[in-house]
């Protein structure tokens, strides 16, 4: 119990507690700082041990750190061994040739066998050197002196062959001679040449075109001295001449959509009957003739599709059954206009909207809608082409006074329903032109290509429509 | 190797810089050169009442002893009989005793070095001649026993310290403004174009200004104490007392200083062509005078260095042949078109400025606009300037501290043998 306690044994005789305390145990007063109130006892021990020999240790094994020596930050370990000392002393440099020491400050352990690093940056250009005889032999010329050659070769020896430099630094004065930076360069190239060829060198020559580099310097010039009102000039003629080729090719593409128009039509005019013809393939023999046209001169145009050629039915290829009546079914690339306009002729020819849906029906009722189509768009172009006419004949009845009528075939814009326009004499037109009439054009020239319009159509059956076209699309 | 990464090797060479303002000077591989003392010199025969000595010399035909003031803090002290004169003229070395005053002076009590451990790089104008150029070969090798020693082309130094190899340098200084082609780090001389148009000239300008408004000019030596006065009105100031007698060149001198702290506080360039609405628009600086006088500038502040971009404003009676001046803009035009037409679309793509004169405020925009005028379209201009005062003032003493410390020159030096074997006419070979 007493030892739990910490109490002395049985108090031996004579002694007491108090003796106990021997002087050893005194610890000097001094060594002793009472902990500040409020401090914490662990951060006091820590401060009150630091510096001593024993924390060293103890801190070392207080928490595990990179830092080898405790919580001190240590400082960064920059290269692993002892730093060398720099010296100040004479170094000597091989790019020099006449000893002149300079004095540097250089690390200690420079060997002295080691060429001056910078020595290696000497670099210099071969330039070749002649003697007297070489010169009387090979590079003899009426218009260079030799002593002005040689000043030439000592100049593109100093300045590494910078043509600009040496033609400011030539002496002309004291040669009395005016030359150009390309009469220098040539003499130059031409001695090298010379010498290779003399010396039995097998490098190629170096060829120097004088008379281009004079030629391209001038025309710089001419380019460099070019005034405001020149330049703007030139402006001028570039934009005139990008209008005019706008134009003509405007013109072409005009011709050819014609050219296409026409084709289509006298393909349609001239079968009898596309009753054996299905519209897949009668669309084959379409884009075939589209080709052969298309080809000469279309290089450049816009292609429209085959719409112009009337109008590409859909065509089932698929191998399960489908509904006749759907083959009547307009494709969704026919714009409003050609629609509007088949309405009005299939309406004022008072046949039925949706015929039967019979396949002899049908072929013929989708190639008569076509066929508008291909109409619609032939009375488009010849109206282009009857203002295009009064326009010249405007044009020249202001001019020559005179004027030229223009033939009643080629009229059709005024023509109303109703109109008999003669079909016999000069210059009518060969048919009585009824459902020509019936046609209604807006103006705007030439058919082109229409995006796809997300619009309604009419047809019978839609929810059928519907369906087939998300498996036939 | 020391900087071996960066091409650099110091010998500890010093860089002495002459310019018509002042003369820079300092060891080589430094940011900035450490001295930069005034050009004029105060000079003062000594006045040692007949003495054998002086009856002596005058009576042998000896120039008399003068004493040198060289350093501001000795030029600026108000003293008898003492002349201030300068040692250059149009951008060369004229007055070559004066000079070595000048070099004695700081290697003794600035650099505080021996000259005949450190190599000399020295900078010269582009139109230095080949007797000057080897004059000052012979003076440092004979008397300051250099070991080394070159000369370069302020232009091509200034063109180095912008960064580049080539380029037009334009160099708008105190006494002249010049522009000089540089091409792959030689100066095309024949195309260089000066003119005497610089900070002088504005200098002088502003003096007529406020002559006509009778400001009179007081330099601070005179000025014992002043009292602040409002604007505008007659300054309250006393003079010194005990003013030794001083020349009128003196005088003169110290009256340019203050002008020259007038001309940099208050000018200003407009971007264009000057009109009526922007001198109506200019803002007011207030200057205030050593005296104590302060007053208001207004559309004196753009007037005043109009006259660099257009010559018409350029007020002078005593400005003989006028005509053949040329503004700022002429000549960076002149001298791009007198370069081979190979190399001119470079020089318009590296046009930099430099010198103490264009740090007038709008100097760089209205080159800019000036020159986008004069030259053909097509071409790319590209006006550079160094940003800060100090690297547009010592631009070619960088440059110099540069090409110094580079170890690839290290091999271009002219050494003391060289030059004892040669002569004085190696200058001419080996410094381009």
């Given amino acids: ?473 | 190797m020391s900087g071996g990464i960066y091409g650099g090797d110091d010998v500890g060479a010093l860089v002495f810089d002459a310019g018509s303002h002042s003369f820079r000077a300092g060891f080589g591989g430094e940011e900035y050169p450490k001295f930069d003392i005034p050009a004029h010199v105060g000079v003062r025969m000594t006045v040692e009442s007949t003495t054998d000595e002086t009856i002596e010399a005058v009576a042998t035909g000896n120039k008399p002893k003068r004493d040198y003031f060289v350093g501001t803090t000795f030029l600026n002290v108000p003293r008898a009989h003492t002349e201030i004169d300068t040692y250059m003229k149009d951008g060369l070395i004229e007055d070559w005793d004066m000079f070595e005053k000048v070099l004695d002076y700081l290697y003794e009590k600035c650099l505080l070095a021996e000259s005949k451990y450190h190599p000399v790089l020295f900078t010269e104008a582009p139109w230095n001649t080949k007797e000057k150029r080897e004059k000052l070969t012979e003076l440092m090798f004979e008397k300051y026993q250099s070991p080394a020693f070159f000369v370069v082309k302020n232009a091509v130094l200034s063109a180095f310290a912008n960064g580049r190899t080539g380029g037009l340098v334009l160099d708008s200084g105190a006494t002249h403004t010049s522009a000089v082609p540089v091409y792959d780090g030689y100066c095309l001389t024949h195309a260089v174009v000066k003119s005497p148009i610089g900070g002088d000239l504005v200098v002088e300008q502003c003096r007529r200004v406020l002559e006509k408004e009778n400001i009179d000019i007081v330099p601070y030596y005179k000025v014992a104490s002043k009292e602040e006065v409002k604007e505008g009105e007659p300054p309250n100031w006393t003079l010194k007392r005990s003013l030794p007698e001083v020349t009128k060149s003196y005088d003169e001198y110290m009256k340019k200083q203050v002008l020259e702290d007038f001309a940099m506080s208050t000018l200003q360039l407009c971007d264009t062509p000057i009109d009526l609405e922007f001198m109506e628009k200019l803002p007011a600086v207030s200057y205030g005078f050593p005296c104590g006088f302060r007053k208001d500038f207004l559309a004196e502040r753009a007037k005043i260095p109009e006259s660099l971009f257009d010559l018409k404003y350029l007020d002078g009676d005593g400005l003989n042949n006028r005509e053949s001046l040329m503004n700022v803009s002429q000549i960076a035009a002149t001298s791009c078109g007198m370069a081979d037409i190979d190399i001119r679309p470079t020089l318009y793509s590296n046009l930099m400025i430099t010198g103490g004169n264009s740090l007038i405020m709008g100097f760089t925009e209205r080159l800019n606009h000036d020159l986008a005028h004069k030259c053909p379209p097509t071409i790319k201009l590209r006006v550079s300037a160094a940003p800060t005062p100090m690297e547009r003032r010592y631009g070619s003493w960088i440059g110099g501290s540069i090409v110094a410390s580079l170890g690839s020159f290290q091999q271009l030096w002219i050494s003391k043998n060289e030059y004892d074997e040669t002569g004085k006419i190696i200058v001419e070979k080996k410094c381009p």
């Fill in chain 1, 1 to 473: 119990m007493r030892d739990i306690m910490g109490l002395s044994q049985a108090p031996k005789e004579g002694e007491t507690p108090l003796s106990k305390t021997s002087k050893k145990s005194f610890i000097k007063k001094g060594e002793t700082f009472k902990r500040p109130q409020g401090m914490h006892r662990e951060l006091f021990n820590l401060l009150v041990n630091q510096g001593k020999e024993m924390s060293k240790s103890m801190e070392q094994s207080i928490v595990p750190s990179d830092t080898k020596t405790g919580y001190r930050n240590v400082k960064a370990q920059i290269g692993f061994r002892r730093s060398r000392k720099w010296q100040y002393k004479p170094f000597l440099n091989e790019a020099r040739n006449d000893g002149l020491q300079l004095k540097h400050w250089e690390r200690e352990d420079r060997k002295p066998t080691e060429p001056y690093p910078f020595a290696r940056f000497n670099k210099v250009l071969p330039i070749p050197k002649f003697s007297d005889a070489e010169y009387e032999r090979f590079i003899r010329d009426p218009k260079w002196s030799k002593s002005e050659t040689e000043h030439l070769f000592d100049l593109c020896e100093r300045f590494d062959l910078r043509w600009p430099v040496i033609m400011d630094r030539f002496d002309f004065k004291t040669f009395k001679s005016t030359k150009t930076m390309e009469d220098l360069k040539e003499r130059y190239y031409d001695v090298v040449n010379e010498l290779n060829a003399a010396r039995g060198n097998n490098v190629e020559p170096l060829s120097y075109d004088v008379e281009h580099e004079k030629r391209r310097k001038e025309q710089l010039c001419k380019l460099w001295n070019r005034t405001k009102e020149q330049i703007k000039e030139e402006e001028d003629l570039k934009l005139a001449m990008k209008k005019i080729e706008t134009k003509r090719r405007e013109r072409e593409k005009k011709v050819s959509d014609l050219k296409r128009i026409l084709q289509a039509a006298d393909r349609a005019s001239n079968s009898p009957s596309p009753g054996g013809l299905s519209p897949g393939g009668s669309s084959h023999k379409r884009r075939g003739m589209f080709k052969k046209t298309g080809a000469p001169g279309a290089a450049q145009l816009m292609t429209p599709t085959e719409a112009s050629h009337g109008i590409r039915f859909h065509e089932f290829r698929s191998s399960g059954p489908h509904l006749r009546s759907q083959e009547i079914r307009l494709p969704s690339n026919v714009g409003q206009k050609k629609m509007k306009n088949i309405d009005i002729v299939v309406e004022r020819l008072k046949l039925d909207v949706f015929p039967h849906a019979h396949e002899e029906i049908v072929k013929s009722y989708n190639e008569f809608r076509s066929d508008v189509v291909v109409l619609l768009e032939l009375k488009t172009a010849l109206q282009a082409a009857e203002s295009e006419l009064e326009v010249l004949r405007n044009r020249m009845q202001n001019e020559l006074g005179r004027t030229f009528d223009i033939e009643p075939r080629f009229q059709v814009k005024d023509n109303e329903i109703g109109d008999r326009p003669k079909t016999r004499g000069k210059g009518a037109p060969t048919s009585r032109r009824r459902i020509t009439q019936m046609l209604e054009i807006i103006p705007g020239g030439l058919p082109t290509t229409r995006k796809r319009k997300a619009t309604e159509r009419a047809s019978p059956a839609p929810e059928l429509k519907r369906s087939s076209r998300s498996t036939h699309s």
